[in-house]
């Protein structure tokens, strides 16, 4: 019996207006981001929020305007009609396309497997929101340059955020945000997170690792589908709003309002914010290792 046989009463199958329709609605909400992208790029602009998750995440922006079933949908397709970028891992018959498990190498499975498996860690950890975003303070700290020195400078002098910085706690639990802390800043840090470490480290309050929900959801295509995937992005856009309006840039210009953490008020409010992110990221999360589950069981 065919592949497609044997599992097509689980499978739930588009017809073809509606996954085109589908499709079309997609690349119509990424391009709300990419087009922007697009023209500051053309323009050789760079934007401190908006461009960070095409520049610090690898997923290339004519792959997020792609719009995909996801793992367990088929759509009625013949090959004339198949989108070019439904090729690798899909499978078509009997007129229908699909993602197909059974074509993962075991390499493939094996990555899989640690990125449910790290998701569902971090998922079991306490949230911690004591931070109050002092990982990009800790970026600047003691530096006669700052990352985002070309597009915007300081909010504050750079002695009052090196006050700030001796003056408070920091325990950043993420690898990718602690090892861009400036030498002198990473003894501050209560914690020394490492790489191999991350599956220990992470834990859901984290504005990075929720952020990171947008990274493994892309790792995950074709077997999520187009509309989680870009949920998860604008989730991330909004946690990168948060992370930077909380930092000691100067955002005005391009229409954001600080959260003052180096104020009692400040680290109130980010707080509040950080616990709701963290309240959309937590079933996102678990729905993404449902996912993974469902496809590593084939």
């Known amino acids: 019996m065919i592949l497609f046989e044997m599992i097509r009463e689980k499978m739930q199958t588009l017809s073809s207006q509606m996954w085109q329709e589908l499709a079309t609605a997609h690349r119509a909400r ?54 070019s970028w439904m090729k690798r891992h899909y499978t078509l018959e009997n007129g229908h396309l699909f993602a197909d498990p059974t074509l993962l190498l075991d390499k493939e499975r094996a990555r899989f497997f640690w990125i449910r498996e790290l998701l569902a860690n971090t998922a079991q950890q306490s949230g911690n929101f004591g931070c109050f975003g002092m990982h990009e303070w800790a970026m600047v700290y003691r530096s006669g340059e700052t990352r985002h020195g070309h597009v915007t400078g300081l909010r504050l002098p750079a002695e009052e955020v090196d006050r700030f910085v001796e003056s ?57 589908s187009g509309e989680f995937l870009l949920d998860c992005f604008s989730l991330a856009k909004d946690l990168r709003q948060l992370d930077m309006r909380a930092s000691p840039y100067d955002l005005r210009q391009y229409g954001y309002d ?21 309240e959309r990221a937590a079933p996102m999360r678990a729905k993404l290792i449902a996912v993974l589950d469902r496809m590593l069981a084939v």
């Open 30 to 83: 990424a391009q709300c981001w990419t087009l922007p992208a697009l023209d500051r790029h053309s323009r050789q602009q760079s934007h401190p929020v908006d461009d960070f998750l095409f520049t610090y995440y690898s997923f290339p922006l004519t792959k997020i305007e792609q719009w995909h079933p996801g793992f367990g949908v088929a759509i009625a397709c013949d090959e004339e009609m198949r989108p």
């Open 168 to 224: 408070r706690p920091i325990r950043c639990t993420h690898y990718d945000a602690f090892r861009f802390f400036t030498p002198e800043a990473r003894p501050l840090n209560q914690l020394q997170p490492e790489l191999n470490h991350r599956e220990i480290n992470e834990q859901p309050g984290c504005i990075h690792a929720n952020m990171d929900l947008y990274k493994w959801a892309y790792k995950c295509v074709p077997w999520i």
């Open 258 to 278: 600080s959260v003052d953490i180096e104020t009692a008020d400040g680290r109130k409010q980010y707080e509040m914010e950080q616990r709701s992110l963290a």
